[in-house]
């Protein structure tokens, strides 16, 4: 069973059937106590750590930007942040 | 493989039972770097083992080189570098990584060990 | 050579002052071998050295694999192989051997390490 | 300055000058204390331990024979043994 993801475009929300592997991803640009999605879509590989159906993230560092992302394999597990990191 | 070798097996390996030969093993790395987004870590593998004699029999990723070596050793000639079980083959990555612009998808190669050998 | 790496030396290296890095040397191996008529022996050489951070300065073969393996010893985290130093590329060499119909000139893929890389 | 090799084929003694290298080649089959020239000619490489001027042997043991090889780097050093091994 393949998992739908939530798709996050430049101007619209949408959705994709994961044809590759059974993983979906999410980014999100944390700031001011908010998370804005920033890419939304299909892993290519189910074995790099997505294991868990819902979306917990872990944070990234980066120059001038705290990133939240997660691996999750279930429909649309992407589309919100269950549990942040 | 293209050295001849006897297939010979020494005493002292038969006595000491199978032993852990050069083969893939699973290993999981972080990817903790600050401009590496997605994935946080991913399955690179690892090459482990011994490299003895005969590789013939065990490994099918061996040169006439290393055959050369192990045998210098079990004349009794000391290496400075003894014949070492490493990645021979490996396969890419997809990474989404953070750049000055924004975000990117890389293909990073030489990412995951696939194959083994005694080099 | 396609990883992003941090140009750190420890302190501890730099106190142990230049240390012997991966690198090509000299080694001439005995063809005693029954089958094998000229040469005697030839120059087959040997990959000897270490395997630290950072690679890119050093050597020019290394791949993301042993880099991302590299980083894991260095955050403390043990490894139950660690990068090696070994040939990455062979040349092959011509032997006169002995077969049941005479002798044959046979060039021999795999005979001469030329160049060396931390795997 | 490259070296002449004598050389042996089947059916004449011959010679040939040495292009890639200065090194000749002997190989001789030993029986009843007798040496019988089989192969001669250039060898490929200067490093396979060619230092010697005169042809000083190694006996090999194959199957059903001792032959003796030598490669030495000076004009005709492969036309006779000058030192058995």
């Known amino acids: 069973m393949r998992h739908r993801g939530r798709l996050l475009g430049d101007t619209e929300h949408s959705t994709i059937l994961c044809h590759s592997s059974h993983c979906c991803f999410g980014i999100w640009n944390q700031s001011h106590g908010q998370l804005q999605a920033v890419m939304q879509g ?6 790099d750590g997505c294991d868990s159906p819902a979306c917990k ?10 990133l939240q992302r997660c691996l999750c394999r279930s429909d649309f597990c992407n589309a919100n942040v269950s549990q942040l990191g | 493989a293209h050295w ?9 390996n038969r006595s000491a039972g199978p032993q852990a030969y050069c083969r893939l093993q699973e290993l999981t790395v972080d990817l903790h770097y600050d401009f590496i987004i997605v994935p946080a870590e991913y399955i690179a593998n690892n090459c482990e083992g011994s490299c003895q004699r ?4 065990r490994i099918p990723h061996y040169s006439s080189h290393t055959v050369l070596l192990l045998d210098m050793q079990e004349r009794g000639t000391p290496l400075r570098r003894s014949p070492c079980c490493v ?3 490996y396969s890419s990555k997809e990474i989404i990584r953070f750049t000055g612009e924004g975000m990117q998808v890389t293909t990073y190669p030489n990412m995951v060990a696939v194959e083994c050998g005694c080099r």
Chains 1, 4 share one sequence.
């Open chain 1, 57 to 66: 993230t872990s944070p990234v560092h980066t120059t001038g930007a705290i």
């Open chain 2, 4 to 12: 001849q070798e006897k297939r010979k097996v020494s005493r002292q």
């Open chain 1, 42 to 47: 299909c892993w290519g590989s189910d074995r």
């Open chain 2, 54 to 57: 005969p590789l013939s029999a």
């Open chain 2, 87 to 89: 990645p021979v083959k």
